[in-house]
């Protein structure tokens, strides 16, 4: 960890996060966890850009799989729920409602042709 530390010495405001595993956090810390807006890049390949609560992806983002797949909405506790737009590879769409990572409820689709 590279980055600010409150009086207890826990990470605490603007830090950078290196784990052994390849994964690479930087955004805001609160009291040793991720809170706020942040980055992570996993170490397979994916990012995560948005917001944070409680070191969980938590509110409005955006994450992209390793394939160029590609979702920006609602999170809740590190799952797509909510609304939101997932962008195939192969160029289709769909846009509405999620809920534990899959479309889920009243939503539209719509293939590349």
Same mark, same amino acid.
Request: glycine share 20%; charged share 25%.
């Given at each position: 960890?590279?980055?600010?530390?409150?009086?207890?010495?826990?990470?605490h405001?603007?830090?950078?996060?290196?784990?052994?595993?390849?994964?690479?956090?930087?955004?805001?810390?609160?009291?040793?966890?991720? %809170? $706020?807006? #942040?980055? /992570?890049?996993?170490?397979k &390949?994916?990012? *995560?850009? +948005?917001?944070? @609560? !409680?070191? =969980?992806?938590?509110?409005?983002?955006?994450?992209?799989?390793?394939?160029?797949q590609?979702?920006?909405?609602?999170?809740?506790e590190n799952?797509? %729920? $909510?609304? #939101?737009? /997932?962008?195939?590879?192969? &160029?289709?769409? *769909?846009? +509405?409602?999620? @809920? !534990?990572? =899959?479309?889920?409820?009243?939503?539209?689709?719509?293939?590349?042709?």
């Amino acid at each position: 960890y590279k980055g600010e530390r409150n009086s207890q010495g826990e990470y605490h405001g603007h830090g950078i996060m290196r784990w052994l595993n390849g994964d690479v956090f930087a955004g805001l810390w609160v009291r040793g966890l991720r %809170e $706020g807006l #942040g980055t /992570c890049h996993f170490g397979k &390949g994916a990012v *995560y850009v +948005g917001e944070w @609560k !409680c070191d =969980k992806m938590n509110g409005q983002g955006m994450y992209q799989w390793p394939d160029g797949q590609k979702y920006i909405g609602d999170f809740v506790e590190n799952f797509m %729920e $909510g609304s #939101g737009k /997932c962008e195939y590879e192969n &160029g289709s769409e *769909y846009i +509405g409602g999620f @809920k !534990c990572n =899959k479309r889920h409820g009243r939503g539209r689709f719509q293939c590349k042709n």
